[in-house]
């Protein structure tokens, strides 16, 4: 029962942080960024980001001009009681690194997705209370909006391979397979949200080409999103719902179930595959090679 609670808070805090989106207050924000230079992206990072992470912060990372950072606080629900927080923000760099980098030359895939990750977002791991205050003042200092795996709430199995799960077809939003890895949904939309900052395909709203594939399994009773969102007393953002279809439509293709997706769905696999250097899978073992460890 542990599980389903600590999904459901998880499904939770996750549809809170998504619901807002960052690209509106990026925007609002630009004004108090500094400009940087093509060589500072290169060799410097982003020193004003850096300023913000207090030394508690054990582990920071960055791909270009993107953090990923991280305590050392021990992830609480876990394979094994002796898992530490360096372990789940070694995982992350090498997610991000799999994402960006899904052919695996050594070379980010589509320079754009990395610069609107730079420009638009950080990742943030450990527990909420230490989180909240350093999302906040990165996003007020840099214009960053800070996406977190919260080590405290949500399940971290390094060892998950996204492949094995019964399924018979995504039937609600509250969907997830048993045991599932959170370390992989947050990465995951954190590129999404990366790529609706600089990629117009990739719009959530009702209007949009995801929100209608939605609507229309939702209108066909295949899907369902009124059972989250009375869980959430009627907050179920529209965006975050769509985000969360996306996420859980991709799953089911990188497990090789793609045979299970309606119709609306293979659409919205579709749309994902004709995205420039969209990556259709993800490898957890990935090398550290294109990131760089600032601390
Ligand atoms: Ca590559």
């Given amino acids: ?11 939770l805090l996750a549809a809170i942080l998504l619901s807002q989106n960052p690209c509106d207050w990026t925007v609002a924000q630009e004004l ?13 990072g982003n020193p004003k980001l850096e300023a913000c992470i207090p030394a508690r ?7 270009g001009d993107f953090y990923i950072l991280g305590t050392d606080e021990r992830p609480r629900e876990s394979d ?19 994402f960006l980098d899904a052919n695996e030359d050594g070379k980010v895939d589509d320079p754009k997705l990395l610069k609107s990750l730079g420009d638009n977002f950080a990742f943030a791991i450990g527990s909420d209370r230490r989180l909240r205050p350093v999302e906040e003042l990165i996003e007020r200092k840099t214009g960053c909006y800070v996406i977190s795996m919260k080590t405290d709430i949500w399940p971290f199995f390094p060892n998950w391979s996204g492949t094995g799960f019964p399924l018979s077809g995504i039937k609600d939003s509250m969907w997830r397979p048993d ?30 080409r995801l929100g ?32 969360e279809y996306v996420h859980q439509i991709w799953l089911v293709n990188q497990a090789g179930k793609k045979a299970a997706l309606t119709k609306s769905q293979k659409q919205v696999l579709k749309l994902m595959q004709a995205t420039r250097g969209f990556p259709m899978k993800v490898n957890p073992n990935y090398p550290l090679d294109i990131s760089i460890r600032v601390r």
């Fill in 32 to 44: 108090a960024k500094q400009p940087r230079t093509e060589a500072s992206f290169d060799h410097l």
């Fill in 57 to 63: 912060f054990k582990y920071v990372y960055r791909i």
């Fill in 1 to 11: 029962m542990r599980m389903r609670f600590n999904i459901q808070m998880f499904l």
């Fill in 179 to 208: 045991s599932m890895n959170a370390l992989w949904e947050e990465c995951f939309h954190t590129i999404t949200e990366a790529y609706r900052c600089c990629d117009e395909e990739w719009d959530f709203g009702k209007k949009s």
């Fill in 212 to 243: 209608l594939l939605m609507a229309e399994d939702i209108a066909a009773g295949n899907y369902d999103i009124e059972k989250q969102n009375k869980m959430e007393g009627g907050d179920y953002d529209w965006a975050t719902a769509v985000n």
């Fill in 80 to 98: 094994r009681n002796d898992r530490q927080g360096k372990e789940v923000v070694l995982q992350a760099v090498r997610l991000f690194g799999s």
